[in-house]
């Protein structure tokens, strides 16, 4: 928090900082798995409403629930506000029924996604997405997974490319000009018919 505004934005908050568990790194890796989901598709990883019977946070641990499995009674009942959102038995208090869709499975099915590629980021977004902080994949592995390094790879392969047209461009344009020059003369008013 800087001068008292929230910087964190609300849809990609972690189920500790929601909560009003302790947080630190591991939300920001939460937080950084949301944002990733959303360059890859164009949409927020979970996007809550409010309901007749319950609030945007609820369903955002039901969001959570469904894409990522049900949560543990000991994490569900840790926070200053779990009594808001789930009962003495870590359930949620007003929804019932969850709609389980695996990550990978939301990749293939609603984004077209092949097979492979959605089973690869949903490997390396799925550790990020663990409802127990202290078991979240940190920056430093992050960098060593296999999904980012494939990522990495690309860009600098399209960061290459594109620096590489240019160059290619200019050397066309002085290939152009000394045709020119050796078809019209030199600067000195030669010509060369």
Known sequence: MILGINLRNFKYR??????????????????FACICFKLATGDVLFDPQSGDNYE?????????????????RKIALGGCYSRDYFNRYGELR?????????????????YDFSKQDANDLADFLVPLLN???????????????PWLSYVSRILESSVSTHQN?????????KEARRTRERSYGDCNGKHNY
């Not at 029924?97 to 099915?109: A, G, H, I, S």
């Not at 047209?165 to 344009?173: R, T």
């Open 14 to 31: 972690s189920t500790e900082v929601i909560l009003g568990s302790k947080y630190s790194n591991p939300a920001d890796m939460w937080s």
């Open 94 to 110: 007003h929804i019932r029924q969850l709609r389980f869709w695996p990550l990978n499975k939301v990749f293939t099915e609603k």
């Open 165 to 173: 047209q240019p160059k290619d461009q200019e050397l066309q344009l």
């Open 56 to 72: 945007r946070d609820e369903d955002h641990f039901a969001l959570m629930m469904e894409l990522l499995g049900v949560m543990s």
């Open 131 to 145: 409802f127990v902080p202290e078991k979240r994949l940190r920056a430093a592995q992050c960098l060593s997974h």
